[in-house]
DNA sequence: TGCTGGACTTAATCCAGATCAATATATACA
DNA sequence: TGTATATATTGATCTGGATTAAGTCCAGCA
């Protein structure tokens, strides 16, 4: 609605880009002290489908390490497997570099998603992950949730759910990148990114982009320049509204469109 | 099996074109009888890491189905997820259909690799799979595995390390096709082929492509005729020898080097 | 308060791979 | 066994997005 409000006052207010708490949350969103059971990202995180009792025990082998800092990075690639980790507040990248130091981003993980289980198998982290903005972290050691899993059939059952939910993700990621215009794809980034959002209730409709557009363009393939291009497209179309990291979407079903009319073709 | 039925106006005179079993198999490879403890493919599956009782509670889960023919589904998109499956012989591609008809292959499996994960999460499964050739399956209902795991710490933890490779693979896929040329994509896909047929004892220089020009192309993301011409191009640097679904690599070091070529330059 | 370097945008040109088109070869099937 | 239908190759042309280049707009900070 009120487009200038950043105009009034440019420079003072640096507290107020913390975009990913809903107003009215009494403790700080990167507070570390705070448990599984009243954790509000409970039921999109581990504890979801485990009952008091077992939230207690979950409770206990999840470490709260101080906040990170934008740019510190939770593990590096080949860094010895240790841990996954919950999100739980502020946002991530995972990206691998090519020998030339060119790096290309696997992934970003907003509040409630889980970061590290490309390490399960070798071992070794796959990938190097790092803050995109301040943020905070629920460490899980894998061998005590391994442990607790056995124990807790509930907490096997829904691990085993949230990898398979990263793997059919993948799938979908995969089938965007092999078949979809630059424009398709940002316009299921920007989409995913909005149902992402509202899963941790914030608006889907305006957010804050945590990630730089080159790191858009890495994720999807696509170069910074076309990235910059595709937006200001939408926004002619009346599909969005674009200002900086700023994000409006003003028109969902439109942009459900672009990606649809990928198959409207006879 | 091959004692024949007093009834032979159906036809079934087809059995010929599989490649897949090394010779002096003693037994047919699409034997739906053999045992998880004498299964040649025992090291790669989920036996691996379980003691004899172990396995023979795990054998007692698995249901062997009659075998598939060329194109027979294993399961459909949006079908209800029910079970995993083990390839046991023969290769199967999955793959989404756009609402077009057109398809994008997201995977293909050989012998050894378990298909169906992309289910867990959802209850449905998120792709169509198919067999590419004659093909067997161990089925594996996803309950009965889970309880099981349950009871072997084992089961759990390799199941935990299958999930977790395939998730490390996906994000190498997406790496490829977010960053690397139609050649170096066709290079790489070739190496992965190749290091999977030596997995289960084949050729890793000389084997049959049990997919279409096509199913590589959907997969990934280039056109028929752009494989086709890759191609011809490997042959002619002397990398390759193709002959229609007949490769041989004449060439790793090379075909490992236009790989790197991606990352060389300063 | 002005400097510096990263982030973003826009425009001009180029090229890898798509598309279009024609043909050749293999495989299935009647 | 021959014919129909998938599969594969090759060439000519087109185009979406990369590359190159030249800026603008910041935020951080000495």
Redesign the interface.
């Known amino acids: 609605m009120k487009s200038s409000d950043a105009s009034e006052d440019k420079s003072s207010p640096k507290a107020a880009i913390v975009i990913q708490s809903p107003a009215g949350d009494k403790v700080c969103p990167h507070n570390n002290r705070v448990s599984c059971a009243s954790c509000r990202l409970s039921e999109l995180c581990l504890p979801i489908a485990l009952n008091k009792s077992e939230i207690q025990q979950l409770d206990d082998i999840v470490e709260r390490n101080r906040p990170y800092k934008k740019g510190d990075h939770l593990y590096r690639q080949n860094d010895g497997f240790k841990s996954v980790y919950a999100v739980r507040s502020g946002s991530f990248k995972?990206y691998?570099l090519?020998?030339?130091g060119?790096g290309?981003v696997?992934?970003f993980y907003l509040p409630g998603e889980i970061i590290g289980?490309?390490?399960?198998?070798?071992k070794h982290y796959?990938?190097s992950t790092q803050a995109l903005e301040h943020a905070s972290i629920c460490e899980i050691p894998f061998s005590q949730l391994?442990r607790l899993?056995?124990q807790l059939?509930n907490l096997?059952?829904h691990?085993?759910?949230?990898?398979?939910?990263?793997?059919?993700k993948?799938?979908?990621?995969?089938?965007l990148?092999?078949?979809y215009t630059a424009e398709e794809r940002t316009a299921s980034f920007l989409l995913g990114l909005s149902s992402r959002f509202a899963r941790v209730s914030l608006s889907p409709t305006r957010f804050l982009l945590p990630m730089t557009r080159s790191d858009i363009g890495?994720?999807?393939?696509l170069t910074v320049e076309t990235v910059s291009r595709i937006f200001t497209a939408l926004q002619r179309k009346g599909l969005v509204d674009v200002n900086n990291r700023e994000i409006e979407l003003k028109d969902i079903d439109g942009l459900r469109g672009i990606i649809?009319s990928?198959?409207?073709?006879?």
């Open positions: 995972s691998v090519s020998d030339n060119q290309r696997t992934g289980m490309d390490g399960i198998a070798s796959q990938n391994e899993s056995h059939p096997q059952h691990f085993f759910a949230i990898m398979g939910n990263e793997i059919a993948d799938q979908q990621v995969h089938t990148l092999s078949s890495e994720y999807l393939g649809g990928n198959q409207a073709k006879s």
